[in-house]
């Protein structure tokens, strides 16, 4: 028996799992399940096979007006705006906990659509989809505006106040890498702000968007209130994007894409909030427990096999510990080798697809043609199923793409550096700025460095730590706005000036 015999073989699905996949393909417009207009139909993988195991509607133009339709009607006679917030914030908690009881479930569709193992799915995108919704359901009473002294008239002659109000009418578009957790990331502050909505997820991972629809019938959403539409980013997202009777955009993908979007979304003045791509600096400082900083390390990276959006893609080790940490990754490279996503020893699954195979194989190919050499990995270990082994490249140089473009797979460079501001210098040099990890038991460098780098958020002495509870998003092209925390609700909100003379 070969190795791949033994390793790439997906377990059996469950009832429930080939129960969702043997599903009629229809779409979730106004409270119902509906047939789409026309017949096409979109072939869903699992990607440790690479076999199809599903169908879901591929939306017409004629369905996405439905959907925007039936969330514009919805916000606009107020079914869910006009509610107090109290019955918005029980809705939506209704939601988290239905969730929550269907975790198992929905941790093994996210595994056979996206290839992430089941096991992560369960410890991390089911329960912080779950309390996005939660922490935002509690903002939905507590959204208020100001009073505010006029500044250059005489006091007592006018009275000016501000009104929060709902923006309206939103579509939210979600990439394939954390289907479930970013549809929930998205809907929560939209719902929590009395806004309707659009919900499309990527044409990759439709699967637990779907049962998502189930359960906000269940929790007895208003009609119209949540949509959810399966299709192409180029036909059905870019009509949603158009739309004239859609107030905001709310966008998680790649950067060429969210650019496209926002010109789209430009043309109507829709508000716009995009999360996209990354290049995330990983810094080990000299001072650090080289163990612990390279098993970090290699999580920053292999985690969801480097398909996050602040993967630690470029490892900078100070030059006097360099040799060491590159050891320490590719001797944590094993435990991540990529097993089927049903595999309970999986921390690595293979990626979401062909495409993303093709993609990150000819970054590899760029980089050896380049000059980088292969510390570990570098290879696809079976012809089935979309695996990459988890690599680490050095010898590599800033000019290098493979140094400079998002690869959005399991593979880091390594280089060295002296000093602080160097690697302060290298760490901003890039187009993108939504993460970067900082590993040190020297506070001084540890907030020098968060000074410096341009980036959304800087992790200490962990990675990829994200909270309901605090902002997330990009500096320069890694996006605009903010998710999540206080700041998260605010793009789904109106502030309205109420000045009064006395
Ligand atoms: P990736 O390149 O990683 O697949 P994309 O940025 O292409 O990611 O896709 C993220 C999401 O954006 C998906 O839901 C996809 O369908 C959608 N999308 C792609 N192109 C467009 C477009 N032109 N307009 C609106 N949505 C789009």
């Known amino acids: 028996m070969t190795q791949s015999d033994t390793v790439f073989v997906q377990p059996a699905y469950s009832e429930a799992a080939r129960q969702m996949l043997a599903r009629k393909p229809q779409l979730f417009i106004n409270g119902a399940w509906t047939d789409s207009s026309h017949d096409a139909l979109i072939e869903v993988e699992d990607p440790s096979t690479g076999k199809v195991v599903a169908r879901v509607a591929d939306a017409s133009d004629k369905d996405v007006d439905r959907a925007v339709a039936a969330a514009r009607a919805a916000f606009d006679d107020g079914r869910w705006s006009a509610l107090p917030p109290m019955e918005r914030e029980k809705a939506m908690i209704r939601l988290a906990d239905l969730i929550d009881a269907h975790a198992d479930e929905l941790a093994e569709l996210e595994a056979i659509d996206n290839g992430k193992p089941k096991t992560m799915a369960a410890a991390v995108d089911i329960p912080s989809a779950v309390s996005e919704i939660r922490y935002m359901a509690g903002w939905a009473g507590k959204l208020n505006g100001e009073t505010a002294a006029p500044y250059a008239v005489p006091g007592g002659k006018f009275f000016g106040y501000t009104l929060r109000e709902p923006v309206g009418v939103c579509v939210q578009i979600v990439p394939w890498n954390f289907p479930l957790l970013m549809a929930c990331q ?51 997202g870019e009509r949603l994007v158009r739309h004239p009777d859609v107030d905001k955009i709310a966008f998680t993908g790649s950067t060429d894409i969210g650019k496209h979007i926002g010109r789209n979304a430009m043309d109507t003045m829709k508000r716009l909030t995009l999360e996209l791509g990354g290049k995330s600096p990983v810094i080990v400082m000299p001072d650090v427990d080289v163990a612990e900083a390279a098993t970090g390390a290699a999580s920053a990276i292999f985690f969801n096999s480097g398909q996050v959006c602040v993967a630690g893609s470029r490892l900078y080790a100070h030059r006097s510990i360099f040799d060491r940490v590159l050891e320490g990754v590719a001797e944590a490279a094993p435990g991540w080798a990529p097993r089927p996503a049903l595999d309970p020893r999986a921390q690595m699954g293979p990626l979401v697809s062909g495409e993303q195979l093709d993609r990150v194989m000819s970054y590899i190919a760029a980089g050896k043609r380049d000059g980088a050499s292969v510390v570990t990995g570098g290879d696809s270990p079976s012809d089935e199923g979309y695996y990459v082994n988890p690599t680490v490249l050095a010898d590599v140089n800033p000019q290098m793409s493979v140094v400079r473009e998002e690869i959005f797979g399991p593979v880091v460079v390594a280089q060295r550096f002296d000093d602080l501001d160097e690697v302060a210098r290298a760490a901003n040099d890039t187009c993108y700025g939504l993460g970067a990890g900082v590993w040190t038991r020297d506070l001084a460098a540890m907030h020098t460095l968060a000074g410096k780098i341009k980036a959304g958020t800087v992790w200490g002495n962990c990675h990829a730590m994200v909270d ?35």
């Not at 509870?469 to 609700?489: C, D, N, T, V, W």
Request: charged share 15%; aromatic share 6%; hydrophobic share 45%.
């Open 186 to 236: 998205k809907i929560a502050p939209a719902l929590a702000a009395g806004c309707t909505l659009v919900l499309k997820p990527a044409e990759q991972t439709p699967l637990t968007a779907l049962r998502l629809a189930d359960l906000v019938a269940e929790a007895g959403f208003p009609a119209g209130v949540i949509n959810v539409v399966t299709g192409y980013g180029e036909t059905a």
């Open 468 to 502: 309901a509870a605090l902002p997330f998003g990009g500096y320069k092209q890694s996006g605009i706005g903010r998710e999540q925390g206080r700041q998260g609700i605010e793009p789904y909100l109106e502030t309205k000036t109420v000045i009064l003379r006395l």
